[in-house]
């Protein structure tokens, strides 16, 4: 009569193929946590930017309607060129675009974030775009108008 091999002996291997799928799993979630995570600080980053540059647009006030005080709005070229030249300063890639009645400026910057982990699967960047406004306000203690 022969007897049947120990239990223990038919489970050998089992888990090192456990630890295997756990460790995949969790290498996978640490890739995208990072690269994710790493593409919102891009947002963040473009969205700072495109403020910056805002702001710097809405400095170009146009002085033929300012200094003899018929009207505060910005020269549209002139804002445009200033948000553009700041973006450039900043090795940054965006639009600005005055509004038509002239009292604010809209600058969108869009970049790319390098990835570390999604490398494996083809993924090499991310986009992120940042958006912002800036609008003209005047008045001593609170906005005119």
Excluded: C, N
């Excluded at 600080?41 to 700072?48: F, K, L, N, P, T």
Aim: hydrophobic share 50%; glycine share 8%; proline share 6%.
């Amino acid at each position: 009569m022969t007897t049947p091999p120990p239990t223990h002996a038919r489970d050998q291997g089992s888990i090192t193929l456990w630890w295997v799928t756990v460790l995949a799993g969790a290498l996978l979630m640490i890739g995208l946590v990072v690269d994710l995570g790493g593409k919102l600080r891009a947002v963040e980053a473009a969205d700072a930017l495109a403020a910056e540059a805002a702001r710097a647009g809405a400095q170009a006030v146009d002085p033929t309607k300012a200094i003899p005080g018929t009207a505060i709005a910005l020269d549209p070229a002139r804002a445009a060129a200033a948000a553009d030249d700041y973006l450039a300063r900043a090795h940054a890639t965006g639009t600005a675009t005055p509004s038509a009645d002239g009292l604010s400026i809209t600058v969108t910057v869009t970049t790319d974030h390098p990835t570390l982990f999604l490398q494996v699967i083809g993924v090499t960047s991310l986009s992120a775009e940042g958006h912002a406004s800036a609008e003209l306000l005047h008045g001593v203690t609170a906005p005119e108008g």
